[in-house]
């Protein structure tokens, strides 16, 4: 057999485990890989909002980082919450050396609201941007990176999510310089169980590249398994519920 996938989460932790580092594991087993972990802050958070954040030192998280690479091995990256400039920093200058597929989810605000990345630390995405095969920002994240002109200058690939955007009709287009946008549009689930759902699109596309499917295909399964984890959500929380990660399926 096979080995499984390696993939390296460099996120940070939802005692909730609706999102976070509890929600990429649970993503990157139901398909299939090997989940590992740098875990840059320990939040105390749940459906309702984040209530406190406690950001580890940048050594220690590049510690974990090199713990991870130096033994077992990587074979995909996904990156999520950094909780601070220096974090970016480490991580951006150990993964240009690493020869592995990228995925960047630039989490700046939980879907309850909570600022998860202060303007210091969002400014120091440029260099994790480019070195990403694949940045995943949603509509506040989009526009607060420049928009698709701002991302057009940065000449790099990125999936556009339309989950917050208004409307029964949404849509996600992935950009790639020198390439047609590809679209998918999708009737909305109507739930507000949707806790962990930016951090479970990038780990699953993270898991496809990591198995070397294509970006296209990685996407395409990512999409469908977010959406099979939203109808299968188990109701928890008065806020925004987590997914049904379990439930979602064997979608290998």
Known sequence: M????RILIIAGSDSSGGAGIQAD???VTMLGGYAMTAI?????Q???GVHAVDVLSAEMVGAQIEACIGDIGVDAVKIGM???PQIAELVARRLEALDAPVVFDPVMVATSGGV????ATASSFEQLMRLAALTTPNVPELAALGGREGMARRA???LAKGGDAEGDLLEDRLV????PDKVWHDARIATRHTHGTGCTLASAIAMGLGQGMDMIAAIERGRAFVRRALLAAPGFGRGHGPLGHAAAGDAR
């Open 2 to 5: 096979r080995p499984p996938p």
């Open 25 to 27: 594991i649970k993503t």
């Open 40 to 44: 840059t802050a320990i939040t105390a």
């Open 46 to 48: 749940d459906t309702t």
């Open 82 to 84: 950094l909780g601070s």
């Open 116 to 119: 998860l990345a202060d303007a």
């Open 156 to 158: 790099i690939a990125y």
């Open 176 to 179: 790639r310089p020198g390439l």
